[in-house]
């Protein structure tokens, strides 16, 4: 079906396109509204050298090159089950994710807490940057580094308050927007097409029986025998065949009807 076609139907069934139109409207509408935004917080840290580590008088910021080995321990801690598990049940709902600065050599970590309220967004975002001080410690420990050679974790930054995320809100009303519009349109289609047809098979249904009224065989009219005899005539006997006509038709008891047939009224012709 060309898109033509498509306009033409939804032309003439105008009333189901205006449906189509508001229940599509309407779902979409309630889809945004009953499905609650989510909300966002960020924050970055930066594993900084023990004091040992660190020159008497120098900067520790110089000193971050070797701590990139540290950041992937760290990474890889986190996003195990037995971390991550406890921190999801405590924070039903929230979410969060660790990931590494690629924008920067620096061994800096990015949190990412995901929650239904802002509350609870901010209560995993404080939670994961704790867990990541124990963790951090707990593999140095295991490793069994002095403890004045330890590392630290500084916050770099962190987002004042959560903000509001309707990427999944605008995708469910998309997707149920879409939905609803191509099944209208469809059925639209399809039930303008079903009476189309419905009535191009009754007006053919009409033309039939009217046909068949008008295109009776008509009854031929007798022709009399002696003109038939006539026209069974030789070529050569012409120019007597049309003498005979013209006396035919001029005679009182003869009658010419119309497509070239005769045929004589019964009466009594006079006889001389």
Avoid: C
């Avoid at 801690?77 to 994710?97: C, I, K, N, T």
């Avoid at 033309?207 to 003109?227: A, F, M, N, T």
Wanted: charged letters at 20%; hydrophobic letters at 40%; proline letters at 7%.
């Amino acid at each position: 079906m060309q898109i033509a076609d498509v306009l033409k139907s939804l032309t003439r069934r105008w009333y189901l396109t205006v449906l189509t139109l508001a229940l599509t409207l309407g779902g979409a509408y309630a889809v945004f509204v009953t499905v609650p935004p989510t909300y966002q917080q960020t924050a970055s840290i930066v594993l900084v050298p023990g004091p040992a580590s660190v020159a008497e008088g120098a900067n520790p910021l110089l000193y971050l090159g070797g701590l990139t080995y540290q950041r992937d321990l760290l990474l890889r801690s986190l996003g195990s089950g037995s971390v991550r598990g406890p921190l999801l049940q405590e924070h039903d709902g929230a979410d969060f994710s660790v990931d590494p600065d690629y924008a920067t050599q620096s061994p800096v970590v990015l949190i990412t807490a995901v929650g239904p309220t802002p509350g609870e967004t901010t209560a995993m975002l404080n939670a994961v940057q704790a867990a990541a001080q124990v963790q951090l410690d707990r593999v140095q420990e295991q490793v069994n580094a002095p403890q004045d050679t330890l590392s630290g974790i500084v916050q770099v930054g962190e987002d004042t308050s959560p903000s509001t995320v309707n990427s999944d809100r605008l995708k469910l009303t998309g997707l149920t927007g879409a939905v609803l519009g191509v099944v209208g349109v469809l059925l639209t289609i399809f039930i303008d097409v079903r009476l189309v047809a419905r009535r191009r098979k009754a007006a053919e249904n009409r033309r039939s029986r009217h046909g068949v009224e008008l295109d009776d065989p008509v009854e031929p009219d007798p022709v009399d025998p002696d003109i038939a005899d006539h026209a069974l005539l030789p070529p050569s006997a012409g120019d007597s065949l049309a003498s005979a006509s013209a006396d035919l038709t001029t005679s009182p008891g003869i009658v010419v009807t119309a497509h070239g047939r005769t045929r004589r009224v019964r009466h009594t012709l006079d006889r001389t």
